[in-house]
């Protein structure tokens, strides 16, 4: 089965520091990942998609099969970063869209 | 309407009662999803929609709860006899079609079960 896990479930940084957020999956086949972003009372909104390897408000992610992994990375985090990051994985094959989703990384981009 | 929209935004009910949760996609959306976020737990998918039919159905917990989808457009979750492990925010999203790359998210429904 497929399953996201996100090891941090608090991460604190200064502004102009950098930060990553950990991703990891497990999954047998070739998967679709996704970070999406909650900022305080909005909605979950996507943030970016592997497949796009776009640059969004200054994060980018790249996908590693090696290593299962799909950190999200800003090299100068901004206070308006502070949100919840949630990790998302599709499969590819075998019908079903859900989304699968780590358990979140609360972010705190300090002044 | 600009987005996915949910009804009620916020509903307490007591243990043992039914209710009904609604989701009204963004319009000529085919896909649509319902997820729930519990404290501790993430975001966990229920059920999926594409059209009126539910090809996924795996993350529905129990028997409790059931939903559907008419005119390929609003969908209503149902719980009945309602368990405080219940209590969470229900989250739908709707998508283009299946398979298209987002999924865009209502402002969910909290749900408190006394």
């Known amino acids: 089965a497929q399953r996201v896990t996100q090891p941090e479930k608090l991460l604190s940084v200064f502004k102009g520091a950098p930060v990553e957020l950990k991703c990891n999956y497990s999954?047998?086949?070739?998967?679709?990942l996704f970070w999406y972003v909650q900022y305080s009372r909005q909605r979950l909104q996507l943030l970016l998609r592997?497949?796009s390897r776009e640059s969004i408000k200054g994060f980018t992610a790249d996908l590693n099969k090696g290593e299962t992994s799909f950190h999200l990375k800003k090299p100068f985090a901004q206070e308006e970063d502070s949100a919840m990051y949630y990790c998302?994985?599709?499969?590819?094959?075998?019908?079903?869209?859900?989304?699968?989703f780590g358990k979140g990384t609360k972010l705190t981009v300090n002044p | 309407g600009a987005g996915v929209s949910q009804s009620p935004s916020n509903k307490v009910t007591e243990k043992g009662k039914d209710v009904e949760l609604r989701c009204d996609p963004i319009?000529?959306?085919?896909?649509l999803y319902w997820y729930r976020q519990s404290l501790g737990q993430g975001l966990e998918f229920l059920i999926y929609?594409?059209?009126?039919?539910?090809?996924?159905k795996s993350g529905l917990p129990s028997d409790r709860f059931s939903a559907e989808r008419t005119g390929g457009s609003v969908s209503t979750l149902t719980i009945q006899r309602t368990q405080q492990e219940d209590s969470a925010v229900y989250l739908c999203?709707?998508?283009?079609?299946?398979?298209?790359?987002?999924?865009?998210f209502g402002p969910g429904t909290r749900l408190t079960v006394l």
């Open positions: 999203a709707s998508s283009l079609q299946a398979g298209a790359n987002e999924q865009f």
């Open positions: 999954y047998s086949g070739s998967p679709e």
């Open positions: 592997h497949i």
């Open positions: 998302a994985l599709r499969k590819t094959q075998g019908g079903s869209e859900k989304l699968v």
């Open positions: 319009s000529g959306h085919t896909a």
């Open positions: 929609f594409q059209g009126n039919s539910a090809p996924d």
